[in-house]
């Protein structure tokens, strides 16, 4: 087991700890907040000496994204980061990133998208990626997010597919907890050295040139697609295995999901990034109360572990799905539609609602989260009827 220290850090200042022990070789880079400190903390590590990272400072998030699909085709092992306006700015390229099948590793700082302006945290720019073809992975705290940076690396290059790894803005980039960090030689040693040769067909590899960025006509594009498709698929089995290998060496056992007194639930609430904290208060509050409620918090995004949400719904009557981000299409938020996506094939499906919560980075409390569950018990048993499926928690009158 790896050797730990237990140390007092913000969430940005962990990613940055996890990212001078993996030493990437090139990181892209363009402010933003809540992300600015972020590369602000690594570029101390790089004028000290302390990685052999290049950091290339750009004119903006779409050309950052630009430099690292050159720096991964090339072989290098390669880093960006941003927030809400400009993970906007980079998503023409995410489809390029993930097309041409090259590992970056990208840290999303959640934050809202305008208008109106807000630099706080919601998930609008997480949401507006998940269709990008990219691994997604939501992070609960500063803990979560320098362990889940250090497996990113191992996720993307199994499967040569980028990764973005996502933690909220503020609530986690900005707060300070105990973080408990291995050692660096763990931490190399887990990621591996970084050789061209890691990477199947590396663009420097000039003994077997290879063509980046082709054309394909619509006689091929469909073929292209429909790889892309099935390899994606196996993103389940290699985030499994990463996640196996990571708790042999820091004792932390990662999933898909967090499961929160989901046995006996018959309403179970689900949420993604901080508010899981403030969720699983509201379960302890109201199993007090006699209610048998749970909660899941989703550690994978994409791809969506269908398989493991349609099991722990199984047998309750109602889920309440917390999303925090509205997709303003009458339907209910993104989510909300991944979840009830999941539930399509299953024999008992429970009655689902939709709450839309802390965006533009209002804080969650833990009433708002009990106005939910018992929002959704009347709703379950009928005593108050919906005219939609969503809803808005936390709107003043």
Same mark, same amino acid.
């Given at each position: 087991?790896?050797?730990?220290?237990?140390?007092? /850090?913000t969430?940005?200042?962990? =990613?940055?700890? !996890?990212?001078?022990? %993996?030493?990437? $070789?090139? +990181?892209?880079?363009y402010?933003?907040?809540p992300?600015t400190e972020?590369?602000g903390?690594?570029?101390?590590?790089?004028?000290?000496?302390?990685?052999?990272t290049?950091?290339?400072?750009?004119?903006?998030?779409?050309?950052?994204?630009?430099?690292c699909?050159?720096s991964?085709?090339?072989?290098?092992?390669t880093?960006?980061a941003?927030?809400?306006?400009?993970i906007?700015y980079?998503?023409?390229?995410m489809?390029v990133?993930?097309?041409?099948r090259?590992?970056?590793? /990208?840290?999303?700082?959640n934050r =809202?998208?305008? !208008?109106?302006l807000? %630099?706080?945290? $919601?998930? +609008?720019?997480?949401?507006?990626?998940?269709?990008?073809?990219?691994?997604?992975?939501?992070?609960?705290?500063?803990?979560?997010?320098?362990h889940?940076?250090?497996?990113?690396?191992k996720?993307?290059?199994?499967a040569m597919?980028?990764?973005?790894?996502n933690?909220?803005?503020?609530?986690?980039?900005?707060s300070?907890?105990?973080?408990?960090?291995?050692?660096?030689?763990?931490?190399?040693?887990?990621?591996?050295p970084?050789?061209?040769?890691?990477i199947?067909?590396? /663009?420097?590899?000039?003994?077997?040139?290879?063509?980046y960025?082709a054309?394909?006509?619509? $006689?091929?594009?469909?073929?292209?697609?429909y790889?892309?498709h099935?390899?994606?698929?196996k993103?389940?089995?290699?985030v499994?295995?990463?996640?196996?290998?990571?708790?042999?060496v820091?004792?932390?056992?990662?999933?898909?999901?967090?499961?929160?007194?989901t046995?006996?639930?018959?309403?179970?609430?689900?949420?993604?990034?901080?508010?899981?904290?403030?969720l699983?208060?509201?379960v302890?509050?109201?199993?007090?109360?006699?209610k048998?409620?749970?909660?899941?918090?989703?550690? /994978?995004?994409?791809?969506f572990?269908?398989?493991?949400?349609?099991?722990?719904?199984?047998?309750?009557?109602?889920?309440a799905?917390?999303?925090?981000?509205?997709s303003?299409?009458?339907?209910?938020?993104?989510?909300f539609?991944?979840?009830?996506?999941?539930?399509?094939?299953?024999?008992?499906?429970?009655f689902?609602h939709?709450?839309?919560?802390?965006?533009?980075g209002?804080?969650?409390?833990?009433?708002?989260?009990?106005?939910?569950?018992?929002?959704?018990?009347?709703l379950?048993?009928?005593?108050?009827?919906?005219?939609?499926?969503?809803e808005y928690l936390?709107?003043?009158?």
């Amino acid at each position: 087991m790896a050797q730990t220290k237990v140390v007092a /850090l913000t969430g940005n200042q962990a =990613a940055a700890e !996890a990212m001078r022990q %993996i030493n990437f $070789d090139i +990181a892209a880079v363009y402010p933003i907040s809540p992300q600015t400190e972020l590369m602000g903390f690594f570029a101390e590590y790089v004028a000290n000496g302390e990685v052999d990272t290049e950091m290339i400072a750009v004119d903006g998030e779409h050309s950052a994204l630009a430099t690292c699909i050159g720096s991964a085709a090339a072989g290098a092992r390669t880093i960006t980061a941003s927030a809400g306006p400009g993970i906007a700015y980079m998503v023409e390229n995410m489809y390029v990133a993930s097309g041409m099948r090259v590992p970056i590793v /990208l840290l999303d700082v959640n934050r =809202a998208l305008s !208008a109106p302006l807000s %630099i706080h945290c $919601d998930h +609008a720019d997480s949401m507006l990626t998940r269709d990008t073809g990219w691994i997604s992975i939501f992070c609960e705290n500063a803990q979560e997010a320098y362990h889940q940076i250090i497996m990113s690396v191992k996720i993307s290059e199994k499967a040569m597919f980028p990764i973005i790894v996502n933690y909220d803005g503020y609530v986690v980039s900005h707060s300070i907890e105990d973080v408990e960090i291995l050692d660096d030689e763990t931490v190399r040693n887990f990621v591996g050295p970084s050789d061209i040769h890691r990477i199947p067909h590396p /663009l420097l590899d000039v003994k077997n040139p290879v063509t980046y960025g082709a054309t394909a006509q619509p $006689d091929y594009y469909t073929e292209c697609k429909y790889q892309q498709h099935v390899d994606f698929l196996k993103v389940y089995d290699i985030v499994r295995e990463v996640f196996d290998e990571f708790a042999a060496v820091s004792g932390k056992r990662y999933d898909f999901i967090e499961e929160y007194k989901t046995e006996d639930a018959e309403y179970i609430g689900i949420s993604m990034g901080s508010s899981f904290g403030t969720l699983k208060d509201t379960v302890d509050t109201l199993r007090s109360q006699g209610k048998k409620v749970g909660a899941v918090k989703i550690t /994978l995004y994409r791809p969506f572990p269908v398989k493991q949400i349609a099991d722990v719904l199984s047998n309750a009557k109602g889920v309440a799905v917390l999303d925090r981000a509205d997709s303003f299409d009458g339907i209910g938020g993104p989510l909300f539609k991944d979840i009830t996506s999941a539930l399509i094939s299953s024999s008992n499906r429970p009655f689902i609602h939709n709450f839309i919560y802390g965006l533009g980075g209002r804080e969650v409390l833990e009433e708002d989260f009990i106005k939910a569950f018992e929002r959704l018990e009347r709703l379950e048993k009928g005593v108050e009827s919906r005219e939609n499926f969503v809803e808005y928690l936390q709107v003043r009158e």
